[in-house]
Nanobody
């Protein structure tokens, strides 16, 4: 079973930036399309960004132009650079390999909390 470890979250003011990291055990993070998800309190988990093994990317409309997903295939690590953060970006962020219906292929990690507040 693949183990996912997210890090890099924190408290940031509106307009600020954060960079999240996701480490996947084994070679999982190197040979799969990977995605970043987020879940705000009382809301369903949503997929916000994906990156393929050829580095094609896609974004949810809510983060397009502000977030950038990238990967270091040699390390099996996936990143999410978040700029111009808004209070509505507050959520726990998770990574996983997207499957049909934007579910995650593997067991979820603990996530990393992002709070955008003044």
């Amino acid at each position: 079973q693949v183990r996912l470890v997210e890090s890099g979250g924190g408290l940031v003011q509106p307009g600020g930036s954060l960079r999240l990291s996701c480490a996947a055990s084994g070679s999982a993070g190197s040979f799969n399309t990977m995605g970043w998800y987020r879940q705000a309190p009382g809301k369903q988990r949503e997929l916000v960004a994906t990156i393929t093994t050829t580095r094609s990317t896609s974004y949810a409309d809510s983060v397009k132009g502000r977030f950038t997903i990238s990967r270091d295939s040699a390390k099996g690590t996936v990143y999410l650079q978040m700029n111009s953060l808004k209070p509505e970006d507050t959520a726990t962020y998770y990574c996983n390999a997207p499957t049909v219906g934007n579910l995650g292929r593997w067991d979820w990690g603990q996530g990393t909390q992002v709070t955008v507040s003044s």
